[in-house]
């Protein structure tokens, strides 16, 4: 919050208190880029957040600031945003403003991703493939 303050970014920044699920789902919808943010400790490559999930959902293109590891290589698998894997915010700024020229541009975002990989991770396409092994079992 104090670099906020320092920056003056108070106005163009909000904090959302928490708020349901489907709330959220709904703000996610509604916009054009959505934020994954793992930072860059190690100890996170590991970690697949649901929200990525829950982004799938939404499509809509994601800026994945995660490290190395699971999350990057399924958002690049799936081909639904960028991934910035360490500290360079001239990257991260360069990624938005190439959106943010394309929304101008286009009044939307380039979104193409591999809807192969995405229907893997669907919850009712993995519940059936469970229910197909238990009834081969």
């Given at each position: 919050m104090l670099k906020l303050k320092e920056r003056k970014l108070f106005d163009i920044v909000k904090f959302i208190d928490?708020?349901?699920?489907q709330k959220a789902l709904?703000?996610?919808?509604?916009?054009?880029?959505?934020?994954?943010?793992?930072?860059?400790?190690?100890?996170?490559?590991?970690?697949?957040?649901?929200?990525?999930?829950?982004y799938f959902l939404c499509k809509k293109p994601?800026?994945?600031?995660?490290?190395?590891?699971?999350?990057?290589?399924?958002v690049r698998k799936s081909r639904t945003g960028h991934v910035v894997s360490n500290e360079d915010p001239n990257l991260i700024a360069k990624i938005i403003d190439n959106y943010y020229r394309d929304f101008i541009e286009k009044g939307e975002v380039d979104y193409y991703p591999d809807w192969n990989v995405i229907e893997r991770y669907d919850s009712i396409a993995i519940s059936k493939r469970l229910a197909e092994m238990f009834d081969e079992i």
């Open positions: 928490f708020m349901p699920k709904e703000i996610c919808m509604a916009s054009h880029l959505l934020l994954l943010l793992l930072g860059f400790n190690k100890s996170s490559e590991n970690i697949l957040p649901s929200k990525l999930f829950d994601i800026l994945a600031i995660v490290p190395e590891g699971e999350a990057a290589n399924l």
